[in-house]
């Protein structure tokens, strides 16, 4: 049974070479537009792994991880954030509001596939 990953950004180009390059490493994709999409996409469906970008409209990253952590169905799911924002200062934030783990964009397509495969197999 293939791992599904909620892959949340409010680019359609990013969105669409996430869902290619882990698509092509044999996992599903179910892609949302921002963090309420996200959200909602989330409660709809139990997901593997959650990948979200920091600045969406609607709702950015942090508050979908904080959002994700309060259900209990998410509170195990590994979430990493892939987002521009490299600094230390956002990274804490990342943690502190349970991200798993952090990607810079732009991503490289085999890191990307390395990393979650090191987190959900």
């Known amino acids: ?71 209990p169905a998410y509170q195990k799911v590994p979430i990493l954030m892939l987002t521009t924002e490299s600094s230390d200062e956002m990274k804490s934030k990342g943690r502190a509001a349970g991200a798993n783990g952090w990607l810079v964009k732009p991503f490289d397509p085999q890191r990307l596939i390395e990393v979650v495969k090191k987190v959900i197999g």
């Open 1 to 71: 049974m293939a791992k599904t990953i909620l892959a949340v950004d409010d680019s359609s180009s990013l969105r669409q070479m996430v869902a290619f390059s882990l698509k092509a490493a044999g996992y599903q994709v179910v892609e949302a537009v921002d963090g309420q999409d996200g959200l909602d996409k989330a409660k709809q469906q139990a997901v593997d792994l959650v990948l979200t970008d920091q600045n969406m409209p609607r709702m950015d990253g942090l508050s979908l991880i904080k959002m994700l952590r309060a259900l």
